[in-house]
């Protein structure tokens, strides 16, 4: 089976310093992992993957996510937070041994405080 | 620009009416999913299609219906609608390895 965990309900960062949304994975094969993005009242939005190949990938709005095959982790990372980048964050992921649908985690607020 | 469009994006309606949220794709994406999602919180998954005459209900039991008689269309029907269906609504499509494009959303209110 396949299941993703995000630890923290609520990440508090202040502007400019660097954010951190944690995530990690459970799958029996090779993993394919999302983040998306939601704004209030508007559906998610894509903002990187990891397939295959380089650990770390860059993705929309200049974030950024590593894969930790040993730690089974793929964390959002952003070196200067905004304001605007306060949204609920979902990490994803599906198995490519498994089913094809994905599974989401919880989600996580991020509020980015001016 | 939107490939994929949820219509009404918001509707109230009286309890026992009859009401279909329509989603359409223009990528020609084979899957298309249906998650429900209070504000704020988790995403259920209560209706998905791997292709057209193909539906299968989700992890959250849901009293909705759906169709898919045309690849790029997936309407969602609820027959009798109450209040505990109050709720947002996310389409969603994807195909390959890529991930899930999400419509807008429709946020249902039942009076």
């Known amino acids: 089976a396949q299941s993703v965990a995000q630890p923290e309900d609520q990440v508090n960062v202040a502007e400019g310093n660097p954010l951190t949304v944690k995530c990690t994975y459970s799958?029996?094969?090779?993993?394919?992992l999302f983040w998306y993005v939601q704004y209030p009242n508007r559906g998610l939005q894509f903002l990187l993957k990891y397939i295959t190949g380089d650990n770390l990938v860059k993705g929309s709005y200049g974030f950024e996510a590593e894969f930790n095959k040993s730690q089974t982790s793929f964390h959002l990372k952003k070196p200067s937070a905004l304001v605007s980048d306060s949204a609920l964050y979902f990490c994803?992921?599906?198995?490519?041994?498994?089913?094809?649908?994905?599974?989401f985690g919880p989600g996580t607020r991020l509020s980015v405080l001016p | 620009e939107a490939d994929i469009y949820q219509t009404p994006r918001y509707l109230v309606i009286g309890t026992g009416k009859k009401i279909t949220l329509e989603c359409s794709q223009t990528?020609?994406?084979?899957?298309m999913y249906w998650y429900q999602q209070d504000p704020g919180m988790e995403l259920h998954l209560i209706h998905y299609s791997y292709g057209v005459n193909s539906t299968e209900k989700g992890d959250l039991s849901s009293e909705s219906t759906v169709s898919r008689i045309r690849t790029e269309h997936f309407p969602l029907t609820l027959e009798s609608a109450r209040p505990s269906h109050t709720s947002q609504y996310l389409c969603a499509s994807q195909t390959g390895r890529d991930g899930y494009t999400f419509g807008s959303g429709t946020r249902l209110t039942v009076v």
């Open positions: 990528m020609g994406h084979d899957k």
């Open positions: 994803a992921v599906r198995d490519d041994n498994y089913g094809q649908n994905f599974v």
């Open positions: 799958v029996s094969g090779n993993p394919y």
